[in-house]
């Protein structure tokens, strides 16, 4: 609706506006005359004409300007409008009531936010006018047309005068001026035809449903009673229409994406609740959930064997796993304090308490007690009691605490009485020595307890090691599962070591490799398989165990036509020269010599024999 005459122009310059008014210009006058009435286009905003078909004078323009430039703003009403020089963004602050006044010679006071609001300052009988979407129209009559605050961004108005209809609060509206000196002619009813000609269609209808292009953008309500209430979105349903298509929320990027059949959410999902959406179907996860070490809490006692476990479910079961294992252990583990012994360095214990330590056999003494593996023991403790010596069994644990803290733990293999000396020889094993540098030295005292196992045997010597240095005796039965990870199987040297598969040899090692016949007679025994003529996966080389005691046949699929491969005995009689063919060659060689009678068709005649012969050899034909 606004129109702003372009600057410097030449004179005569010419403007045709789309109401078909085309306006003049007069440079030494720096005036716009109305040159012509009807017709012509541009792409200028609508403007209005004087209404009338006779034009008296001249028509100076523009009559009407429309300050907010088609901006939509909101009115609304407030007593105190001067009290604040700012005001929010988008919005007329007013007022006055039509046929009243606020003091003597003011009817109304009104403001609203625009940028520069200067250049609208300083101008004497201006007419201002408020149009809505409802249709209604105020004229404000003022002697000056306002002043700027809040750094030139907010056009203060006093209004002298007051024309037309109360404005509802809250309402959309649009602000025009004019200036009576340079449009004599505007009325008031011409102000009303002009609101006929607002095109409130670029403004989405609040009834009946309506549609937009975006962006749309809702900015903060500065008559909202708060921040969450000043932009938000009320509605029932917010549908994207069709199934192919999607909603999208955000920010910067997509946050939350509604699709047909799923829903996404990108970045972290805040609620309070998660309930089920029908009755007795619980939540379904269908990947993994990574608490990323936060916890689960109030979790149901378990009832399934598939259930989730809370720590009161678990502390009740190890709870009286450990008074069972306690007990347990208390039947199978048994300690017995043998007392003190003293460590010397001498042949051997001469008095009650004394020990010393070698090395295998007893072949030589040491002091390192991680080289001990025989502990020679007087029958008494120092303080003169038996150490029941007689009693300790193999595989028990022999545990000694010396001075500073050390500690040693030997397992017991063997146990003999010296009857003669008065003193035990222990022969002991798997050392464990606590600082690994210590070294027993002589008068040291040492505190012995004796740990016997009962309920089964506990011979280790009799289980295969992981680190492979014993071996095993007797058969292995792995049930039916795989040997992984072998890269070898190792046999002692020897006969009798045989690879076996239901209980029949399958192949025998000694010095040679035997691969054993079949079981039964009438079937096929080792086989090669490879690809044949007849395809991939075929028995290449395989023997056949006939029955009726007939001998074994070796067949044969592969290629026959190198030197070094395999030939059939169907291959040699193919290739092979038969007893016929030579009589055959032989009679033909005497028919061809026989009537000759010099010594140049003899020749003659062999020579055209033989090359017969050769050419049919050729093609395999005799």
């Not at 309920?455 to 010597?461: A, E, H, Q, V």
């Amino acid at each position: 609706m606004s129109y702003i005459f372009p600057q410097g122009q030449d004179d005569g310059y010419e403007v045709s506006l789309t109401n078909g008014v085309t306006y003049r210009y007069d440079k030494p006058n720096n005036l716009w005359q109305v040159a012509s009435v009807g017709g012509g286009s541009s792409d200028y905003v609508r403007y209005m004409p004087i209404i009338g078909g006779v034009f008296e004078g001249p028509i100076f323009g523009p009559s009407v300007t429309q300050l907010t430039k088609g901006d939509e703003y909101t009115l609304t009403r407030n007593a105190n409008v001067f009290d604040d020089p700012t005001c929010p963004p988008n919005t007329i602050e007013f007022h006055g009531y039509v046929g009243e006044e606020l003091e003597p010679g003011v009817a109304a006071k009104f403001k609203l936010a625009i940028d520069n609001a200067d250049q609208f300052v300083g101008q004497k009988d201006v007419q201002y006018v408020l149009f809505n979407d409802y249709g209604m129209q105020t004229l404000l009559i003022c002697e000056d047309s306002g002043f700027a605050t809040d750094n030139n961004k907010v056009l203060n108005i006093v209004a002298n005068a007051l024309q037309g209809d109360d404005f509802i609060s809250n309402t959309r509206t649009v602000l025009f001026s004019a200036s009576p000196q340079a449009s004599p002619y505007m009325t008031l009813e011409m102000y009303r035809k002009l609101i006929t000609e607002l095109d409130f269609g670029a403004y989405v209808s609040k009834v009946g449903g309506d549609e937009m292009q975006g962006p749309l953008h809702i900015t903060n309500n500065p008559n909202a009673g708060s921040s969450r209430d000043a932009r938000r979105v009320e509605t029932l349903g917010v549908y994207s229409g069709s199934d192919s298509s999607a909603l999208r929320f955000g920010t910067t990027r997509d946050r939350v994406y509604i699709g047909h059949n799923d829903t996404s959410f990108n970045g972290p999902i805040k609620v309070d609740e998660v309930h089920e959406k029908n009755a007795d179907h619980g939540v379904l996860f269908k990947n993994t959930i990574n608490m990323d070490q936060n916890k689960i809490t109030n979790l149901a006692d378990p009832e399934n064997a598939d259930d989730a476990v809370n720590l009161q479910a678990v502390e009740s079961v190890v709870d009286g796993l450990e008074q069972k294992l306690i007990g347990r252990l208390d039947e199978i583990i048994v300690d017995n304090s043998a007392g003190t012994m003293r460590y010397v360095n001498r042949q051997q214990p001469m008095s009650a308490g004394e020990f010393n330590t070698w090395t295998a056999n007893g072949s030589q003494s040491t002091n390192d007690p991680s080289l001990v593996r025989q502990i020679w023991v007087w029958e008494n403790n120092l303080s003169g009691y038996p150490f029941n010596w007689d009693e300790v069994k193999p595989n028990s644990y022999f545990y000694m605490s010396g001075p500073s803290g050390a500690m040693a733990r030997y397992r017991i293999t063997q146990v003999s009485y010296v009857q003669s000396s008065n003193y035990y020889k222990i022969s002991v094993a798997d050392p464990d020595v606590t600082p690994t540098d210590y070294r027993f030295s002589s008068g040291d005292d040492w505190e012995v307890i004796f740990r016997s196992f009962t309920g089964g045997d506990s011979n280790l010597d009799d289980f295969l090691r992981l680190d492979g240095t014993n071996k095993m005796k007797g058969n292995l039965d792995v049930d039916g599962h795989w040997v992984e990870g072998c890269t070898s199987l190792k046999f002692d040297a020897g006969t009798g070591r045989n690879i076996v598969v239901g209980g029949n040899v399958k192949i025998e090692f000694d010095d040679r490799t035997i691969i054993k016949k079949a079981p039964n007679l009438g079937q096929l025994g080792f086989e090669l398989d490879g690809r044949t003529a007849a395809g991939n996966h075929n028995p290449v080389f395989y023997i056949y165990h006939h029955e009726h005691n007939e001998p074994c046949s070796v067949h044969y699929h592969g290629q026959q036509s190198e030197d070094d491969h395999i030939a059939t005995v169907g291959h040699v009689r193919s290739a092979a020269v038969t007893r016929a063919g030579i009589v055959d060659a032989f009679s033909r060689l005497q028919r061809a010599v026989s009537d000759e009678e010099t010594v140049e068709g003899l020749r003659k005649a062999l020579t055209n024999a033989l090359g017969g012969l050769i050419e049919e050899f050729e093609h395999g034909e005799p």
